[in-house]
Structures are given as structure tokens and as C-alpha cells.
């Protein structure tokens, strides 16, 4: 019995995605429930399993090609898988030709790994789930080259392989080899081209302004301190430093309903609800999953809820109506080591705020010099929508709040 392997329903505004990565290939035998391809849309990567134990028979949309909504990906056959496995009886007596076989790779690894024979289980995996790459196939084989030329030497005094071969991964997954004058083209991801486009936009069509102001970190961080083994006891997560800006910006979004609005086109939306955006950065880029009515959300709840958007945006599990309808953003560029930046606006929203290192610095207090923990922070704002006066003012309420987080409890 053949099956269609097509592609998930998008939602409305997803127009159309591209064929990331086939996990299988025609021949191949899978399990019900396996992931056989990935397609990649503007926000997220969607995954097709496969509908039932059987082999793939056909791939009718190759990696790259651009598909639709329901649109059919390939061919399944379903109960064949016995025959890909009848057809090689002597196993038992190839162990690591068989095991090869259970090793997740790329297309692009495959056929390279085939090319050159290489057995997949002598390659050291770098991928998601174990995946090998085509770069650590190719980092396999640049090993190989260096023990080669290290195995003439002499049996009395072995000389050990020169390092200047390692080969140096990069902050960005990419890997080259030490000393090569090399150049590496890599098509920019779907998300990586929708998120470039949109801070373009964003940049051309609002009247960005950006204000900022410092916060004393020291009440927060004694606050954390004094309370953290009990909250993590009666919680089971910690209490970070995010959960306390999200409350600040939710309390002042109250106070300032331009700065939690948005413009479309002609019109002026004013939202009575607030959707906090926090940005989390993968591998694959940017991603702002939003938590949905902050003003009712506990410490512990945004806590929570924060470090599982973290989790599934670098597994590529969130789902695309989590990053939409978000009426304010929060990003923290602070944990990467950012001391200062300018945050650019997540249209169709009027405002962002960046969050930054935290760093001590000598600050005048009643006419004495003290050392305290300090942070930056920083407002994008639309003029259009949002004069100055009213971007200066919510970054004080914010600021206050922080540095008497007291207020935050009593809503004062």
C-alpha cells in the first residue's frame, strides 16, 4: 500500500516553506513516527514522520524546492520494510555494515561519505540527534590526511600529527581547516531571510528613535539571593533576572497604552492586553515567542514558560502561533556580553527594549562614591506613534520598579 508524504497544513500566514532535509532516502526502511523530512517556513521548521512502518519509495520535492500547503513531498510504502532488511542476510556477519545503515546523515554527507568510502560509524557526529554532517565527514577525512603523513616516520621516535591541520569550528556551526584560504557559500535559511527583511522594513518605514537610561541592579540580585532556594523548592526553576523585566514592562505598558500599541496602516491599534515578546536566539536565528497575558502570569510561571520557549526554539518545536500577535518585545543581549546596543523594532509593534550586561561601575550616592551593579537599558520606539516624552517616562517606570521591586507586588 502506497502513501502520499505531504507537507503539515500552514497556517494563514504562512504562504508557502522549502524542503530543509531528508532524513531518508528511496530504499530506505523507517518506523512509524520516525522524522523523515523537515520543511522550513519563515518562523519555524516543521517536521513529517513517517505514517507507518515501510520503506520510502519516491522523492518527488528534492532539498531546496519551494512547497505548498498539503503538497505532495514523495511516495511511502507501507509494510515493505521487511523486504529492505531481507535483502541482506549476512548481518550477522557485517555487523558494521549494518550499523552504518541506522546512522542518521544528511544527504549531502551520504553521498559524500559514499564517494570516498567511508564507513559512517568511524565519523564522529556533530549534528542534531546525532546526525553526521557534511562537514564532519569532510573533517574525517582531513584527519585521515594528517595521520598519513604522520605514519612515515620512524618506529623509534613516532612523531606526533602537527596541530596546525585541527580543524576550528566557528561561532556559527561553520568549521575550517587551520591555515587554508578557503571560502564557504551557504544559502541564507528561510528564517535567516525572513528576519533580515523585517528589521529592513522595520528600519525604512518607521520613524525609529531610541532613548535610554541605567538601572541599579543591586535590590533584584539581593532579592534573588536572599529568596532563590526557596522559590526554586516551591517552584522547581530558578528565579531569573527576565521574569522581573517582564513584570516591569507589563506594569508600565499599563501606565504608557502607546508604547503597548501598533500602526495599521492609517490607523493607530490600541491594545487592552499585554503579549510580552521575548527574543531567543538559535542556531538558525532569531525567534520571539510571546507570553500571552503577562499581567496575569506569576514570577514562577513566566519563569517557566520562558525556559521552555528556550528549549524548543533550539530544537526547532515551537509552533508558529507562539511567535505571532506579540504587543511588546523584551531582548537580551546582556547574556551574551553586550554592554550597550539598539534594539530595532519587531514590526507591526511601536516599541522594544533591550536588556544589557550587567557590570559594576562607580556611582555617586549621596554625595559618595559606591560600586554598584549596573545595566543599560534601551528603548526603540516609533515616533509616528510615540512621542518622546512618553518612551523617557516608561523606561523611568520600568527603572523604578526594578530598583524598588517592592512596588512590583504592591502595584504601586
Do not use: C
Not at 221 to 239: C, I, N, P, T, W
Amino acid at each position: 500500500m502506497t502513501i502520499e508524504i505531504k507537507t503539515p497544513t500552514f497556517p494563514e500566514s504562512v504562504a508557502d516553506g522549502t524542503v530543509a532535509t531528508w532524513h531518508k532516502q528511496p530504499g530506505e526502511a523507517v518506523s512509524r513516527d520516525e522524522l523523515i523530512v523537515d520543511i522550513e517556513t519563515d518562523k519555524v521548521v516543521l517536521e513529517v514522520v513517517a505514517p507507518a512502518d515501510g520503506v520510502i519509495k519516491e522523492i518527488i520535492k528534492g532539498e531546496g524546492e519551494v512547497v505548498l500547503s498539503d503538497e505532495v513531498l514523495g511516495v511511502f510504502a507501507e509494510g515493505e520494510a521487511g523486504a529492505t532488511v531481507d535483502a541482506a542476510p549476512a548481518a550477522a556477519e557485517a555487523p558494521a555494515a549494518a550499523s552504518s545503515e541506522d546512522i542518521i546523515m544528511s544527504p549531502a554527507a551520504r553521498k559524500l561519505a559514499e564517494e570516498e568510502g567511508i564507513n559512517p560509524s568511524d565519523v564522529v557526529a556533530t549534528g542534531k540527534d546525532g546526525r553526521v554532517t557534511k562537514e564532519d565527514i569532510l573533517n574525517h577525512i582531513s584527519a585521515k590526511s594528517v595521520k598519513a603523513e604522520a605514519a612515515p616516520a620512524p618506529a623509534s621516535a613516532p612523531a606526533p600529527a602537527p596541530a596546525a591541520a585541527k580543524s576550528t569550528p566557528t561561532a556559527a556551526g561553520i568549521t575550517f581547516d587551520a591555515g587554508d584560504r578557503v571560502e564557504k557559500r551557504v544559502p541564507m535559511t528561510r528564517l535567516r531571510a525572513t528576519i533580515a527583511r523585517r528589521l529592513v522594513e522595520a528600519q525604512q518605514t518607521a520613524a525609529m528613535l531610541t532613548t535610554y537610561n541605567e538601572v541599579n541592579m543591586k535590590p533584584i540580585m539581593e532579592l534573588r539571593k536572599k529568596y532563590q532556594d526557596k522559590f526554586v523548592s516551591a517552584h522547581g526553576v530558578k528565579l531569573g533576572f527576565m521574569s522581573f523585566f517582564v513584570k516591569a514592562a507589563t506594569e508600565a505598558l499599563k501606565k504608557f497604552p502607546s508604547v503597548n500599541a501598533s500602526i495599521d496602516g492609517n490607523d493607530m491599534v490600541y491594545h487592552g492586553y499585554q503579549d510580552v515578546g521575548v527574543a531567543v536566539s538559535t542556531e538558525r536565528g532569531l525567534v520571539v515567542p510571546v507570553l500571552r497575558d503577562s499581567d496575569a502570569m506569576g514570577l514562577a510561571e513566566i519563569e517557566s514558560t520562558i525556559a521552555d520557549f528556550g528549549a524548543r526554539a533550539r530544537d526547532g518545536k515551537l509552533g508558529i502561533e507562539e511567535m505571532q500577535g506579540g504587543t511588546f518585545t523584551i531582548s537580551n543581549g546582556g547574556i551574551f556580553g553586550s554592554l550597550m546596543s539598539m534594539p530595532i523594532l519587531n514590526p507591526p509593534q511601536t516599541a522594544i527594549m533591550g536588556m544589557h550586561k550587567i557590570q559594576e561601575r562607580p556611582m555617586a550616592v549621596d554625595g559618595e562614591v559606591v560600586i554598584l551593579p549596573m545595566m543599560y537599558l534601551a528603548l526603540s520606539y516609533d515616533h509616528r506613534m510615540i512621542d518622546g516624552k512618553e518612551a523617557v517616562q516608561f523606561l523611568v517606570t520600568i527603572k523604578e520598579l526594578l530598583e524598588d521591586p517592592a512596588r512590583l507586588i504592591l502595584d504601586v
